[in-house]
């Protein structure tokens, strides 16, 4: 059975860090590419970031460059997403998700998706 589970999210305060984490089992984990999406209410899924398994390539949205760092542990078949000087505007759920070999910014190019983790930057 393919699972994707998000963890991490929380309440911070603006300026503050959080480090999300999407375990997953049940596909072959080097064969996929994992990306990052958020979503709040009333919004598209908004692409965040995606890391290749195979290679580690990775790609940023321009909102979350230089702040968010996404990293991979193959052989815990986990990916990781830190997020640092969170400001209000990353309020949102994150969703990790799995899509074969190549990245995209597109949602509906995932094969597999987390129940995602709340996220909320409020003072």
């Known amino acids: 059975e393919v699972q994707l589970q998000a963890s991490g999210g929380g309440l911070v305060q603006p300026g503050g860090s959080l480090r999300l984490s999407c375990a997953a089992s049940g596909f072959t984990f080097d064969d996929y590419a994992i990306g990052w999406f958020r979503q709040v209410p009333g919004k598209e899924r908004e692409w965040v970031s995606c890391i290749t398994s195979g290679d580690g390539t990775i790609f940023y949205a321009n909102s979350v460059k230089g702040r968010f760092t996404i990293s991979g542990d193959n052989a815990k078949n986990t990916v990781y997403l830190q997020m640092n000087s969170l400001k209000p505007e990353d309020t949102a759920v994150y969703y990790c998700?799995?899509?074969?070999?190549?990245?995209?910014?597109?949602?509906?190019?995932?094969?597999?998706w987390g129940q995602g983790t709340q996220v909320t930057v409020s003072s």
């Open positions: 998700a799995a899509e074969l070999l190549v990245c995209s910014i597109r949602f509906q190019d995932y094969d597999y």
